[in-house]
């Protein structure tokens, strides 16, 4: 599609429970980012992707969080056992070259994670 | 360590008048910088960008300059419109990693 997709648009979770998130890129972008905004702050990076290849894993939270992109699925975003910190907007973008100047991130509209 | 930084968080600006928007930037290797707009419950939309080897980039009522020995860049909209009433974030990048500052709220008063 056109746009980015992420489902659900909003989770809510006990704490301790898992919770996944879900992002459909682009038809034809091969990059794919996540980033976590925590109340209306600023985006934090978490993983990119090129295409089912993680590209930059350095702001992921080793323990709790993980992520995949597979072929012919959407990416997916999961946090096991979740923390009430963990509560934010968490934002996927995709983009056909990566970081490159005429190749800006167009984001999708996030999923809202509460976790109580 | 905030590396890119939005010292106003907000700005209020009369309609038809000039709208400018700063941000501050700390990693000299930075060599792309972009700003997004974001509506509530919306994902940010790309605005416009510039690279580090020029100090003006324009589009339409959208301009930004670059000051590199300030490690200052601005984003600049004339005449501002009701409609472009949102946060502004600007971001930057080097090796890969998109960094954002805080966001600065605008609001164009009709």
């Known amino acids: 599609g056109e746009e980015v997709a992420q489902t659900p648009k909003h989770l809510v979770r006990g704490e301790g429970q898992k919770a996944k998130l879900y992002c459909a890129p682009i038809k034809g972008h091969s990059y794919v980012f996540w980033y976590q905004q925590v109340l209306k702050n600023e985006f934090k990076f978490l993983i990119s992707?090129?295409?089912?290849?993680?590209?930059?894993e350095t702001g992921m939270p080793k323990e709790r969080f993980s992520a995949k992109c597979l072929p012919n699925s959407p990416c997916s975003l999961e946090i096991q056992a979740t923390k009430l910190e963990d509560s934010a907007v968490y934002f996927c973008?995709?983009?056909?070259?990566?970081?490159?100047?005429?190749?800006?991130?167009?984001f999708g509209n996030g999923t809202r994670l509460t976790v109580t | 360590d905030q590396q890119v930084k939005q010292n106003s968080p907000s700005l209020s600006v009369q309609e038809g008048r000039i709208s400018i928007l700063n941000c501050d930037y700390t990693n000299s290797m930075f060599d792309y910088f972009l700003w997004y707009k974001k509506y509530p419950a919306e994902g940010p939309t790309f605005l416009i960008s510039?690279?580090?080897?020029?100090d003006k980039n324009e589009d339409g009522r959208f301009t930004v300059f670059l000051n590199k020995s300030a490690k200052h860049l601005s984003l600049h909209i004339v005449p501002s419109q009701p409609g472009d009433s949102a946060v502004y974030f600007c971001a930057a990048s080097n090796t890969g990693k998109l960094i954002f500052g805080q966001g600065t709220t605008l609001q164009v008063k009709p």
């Open positions: 510039i690279s580090s080897i020029k």
């Open positions: 973008a995709s983009s056909p070259k990566g970081y490159a100047l005429n190749s800006p991130l167009h």
């Open positions: 992707f090129q295409n089912e290849n993680v590209f930059d």
